[in-house]
């Protein structure tokens, strides 16, 4: 499984990003998928995941009610809509899959939000 995000970039605080992760390969054997982020000096840390039946969605606290998370399974492709966003949301967002009980994951994309 191969995994390419895109959509990030610089944004003001309270505004808005939506990324993209694109998925190939052994895609149809994936069970999960997700957001993690890692800010400078932190650990990475779980943000949302949504399964690949049913679609089931499990959200971090901090971004409950801010970030959506979805999929396009035709595409195979993964989004994270990101609203409101805060200076604390800065930080290298990276897409992973779960093949079992192996993890995929990709380069990242860098989100920085500032005034």
């Known amino acids: 499984v191969q995994l390419v995000e895109s959509g990030g970039g610089l944004v003001q605080p309270g505004g808005s990003l939506r990324l993209s992760c694109a998925a190939s390969g052994s895609t149809f054997s994936i069970n999960s998928m997700g957001w993690y982020r890692q800010a400078p000096g932190k650990q990475r840390e779980l943000v949302a995941t949504?399964?690949?039946?049913?679609?089931?969605?499990n959200y971090a606290d901090f971004v409950k009610g801010r970030f959506t998370i979805s999929r396009d399974s035709a595409k195979s492709t993964m989004y994270l809509q990101m609203n409101s966003l805060k200076p604390e949301d800065t930080a290298v967002y990276y897409c992973?899959?779960?093949?079992?009980?192996?993890?995929?994951w990709g380069q990242g994309t860098q989100v920085t939000v500032s005034s």
């Open positions: 992973n899959a779960v093949v079992l009980r192996t993890f995929y």
């Open positions: 949504i399964a690949s039946s049913g679609g089931r969605t």
